[in-house]
């Protein structure tokens, strides 16, 4: 592990010492790969088993969803584990105004799925965020459960069981056709009766989906940067440390804990409802319990705090299940002892924030540095 932290850390100091022309050239660059993954078809990447379009779809509509409950977890420090209640509400929302009790286009049905999620995260956080720690997550947890319970009941507004059909897609315009790429062995070949059109949303193609999820995702993560250093991520960062401590120094905590767990419920219920417009049915199956935990064991294997540890533990998380799938169920057995290896070796995540491996460093190079008179000199 510490020579996977070594390489880590030598990449980013390269990264970092090169010009600003230069980086903002390889972001771009990243960012054109990661777009055209779909068409590309890594051969090492891909995935034999399923549809590799709905896969990467999914990779990317599940980073939104951890980088939104990483604003909750990460940086504030409140342990959600009913984040899919959001999630549920989002889609649902979607189904609701889209298909079951109304035709709105789904341009105006995202925005009334936030809007929706934001309340809710408020209406919940307003009474119960003033208890922490375990009682926070046992309220939580019940809260998913409960908007599970509501779905299943609520024949006349939410079909029951039976779920619902039809949910509206985006409009599509088609611009251009992007060939997929055919590889035998390491040998590429372009397959021009396999192509992709951007962007014309269909059920057989899941590419365009997938060009829709990562332009929310790359959004989200420039609001997130500019939220996490400003005021407000000091503000989060502070609570999460030491509530009590921030108190006393004037921070309004509570104030900022609501801000952080109505963000944080408006992102889940965006990532919620591009769910719903790509599968265009939806019903409570979809959003049991076990999601909750999945969206958490994402943020903390990638890291509590780090937006790009959560989105890279969000894309492992749900891609290595399908790659392996040829696996059986001996895949989850693997899966499994992968995690409790994370968890005993590298407990701090795949990626933790900076702030925290400089503090860990210090704290482990302070006894060293302490004088004769006991003076600490970090």
Known sequence: MNGVRSFFSGVASRYRALPRWARIVLVLALVVVIYLLPVLNPPF????????????????????VAIGLNIVIGYAGLLDLGYIGFFAIG????????????????????????????????????????????????VTLGFGEIVRLILVNGDALTNGSRGISNIPTPPSVVLFSVPHLEWNGLVATLNLDDTSKAFEFS???????YWLALTFVIIVLFLDWRMQNSRVGRAWEATREDEDAAELMGVPTFKFKLLAFATGAAIGGLSGALFATKQQFINPDNFTILY?????????????????GVVVAAALLTWAPEKFRFLSDARFLLFGIALM???????????????????????EVAPDRIDAEGVARV
Request: with cysteine; proline share 6%; aromatic share 8%.
């Open 45 to 64: 990447i891909t995935t034999q088993d399923s549809d590799f379009g709905a896969v990467l779809f999914l990779c990317a509509l599940y980073a939104l």
């Open 91 to 138: 889609a649902y929302t979607v189904g609701v105004l889209g298909s079951q009790h109304g035709k709105l286009p789904l341009l105006l049905c995202i925005p009334a799925a936030m809007l929706v999620t934001l309340v809710s995260g408020i209406v919940l956080g307003a009474p119960t965020l003033r208890v922490r720690g375990d009682y926070l997550a046992i």
């Open 203 to 209: 059920v057989t193609d899941s590419v365009p989906y």
């Open 292 to 308: 909750s935990v999945l969206f958490v064991a994402m943020v903390v294997v990638g890291g509590q705090g780090n937006r790009w």
């Open 341 to 363: 290896a994370l968890a005993i070796f590298r407990p701090q995540g795949l990626l933790p924030p900076r702030r925290s491996v400089r503090a860990k460093h210090a704290d």
